[in-house]
């Protein structure tokens, strides 16, 4: 069963940066695809950018694109999401997910098996 755990949260200025890690156990992260989302308070989950099992294909939400890079390290079983140009609409908890299927939805949190528990972001001066 593959865990995934979130880190790298916290409180930074508009115009800041932030790099979230997402570390998987209990299974080989290679099998997996991986998927960023986030929930602001009072909202609907929202997809922010996923990364293909191999690592070739990534995909952003329009409004990251250019801000947020998503990367993955096979051998640290770890996905990170770099984020530049942080902006106070940016603030909610972010989720990673993973999934091992085959899809065309990766917008789509029903397309991720796997979930974390969250990391809370918050842009405020």
């Known amino acids: 069963q593959l865990q995934l755990v979130e880190s790298g949260g916290g409180l930074v200025q508009p115009g800041g940066s932030l790099t979230l890690s997402c570390v998987a156990s209990g299974s080989t992260l290679e099998y997996y695809a991986i998927g960023w989302f986030r929930q602001a308070p009072g909202k609907g989950r929202e997809w922010v950018s996923c990364i293909s099992s191999s690592g070739g294909i990534t995909n952003y939400a329009d409004s990251v694109k250019g801000r947020f890079t998503i990367s993955r390290d096979t051998d640290k079983s770890t996905v990170y999401l770099q984020m530049t140009s942080l902006r106070p609409e940016d603030t909610a908890d972010y989720y990673c997910?993973?999934?091992?299927?085959?899809?065309?939805?990766?917008?789509?949190?029903?397309?991720?098996?796997?979930w974390g528990q969250g990391t809370q972001v918050t842009v405020s001066s």
């Open positions: 997910s993973a999934t091992s299927k085959y899809t065309s939805r990766w917008w789509a949190s029903t397309s991720y098996e796997f």
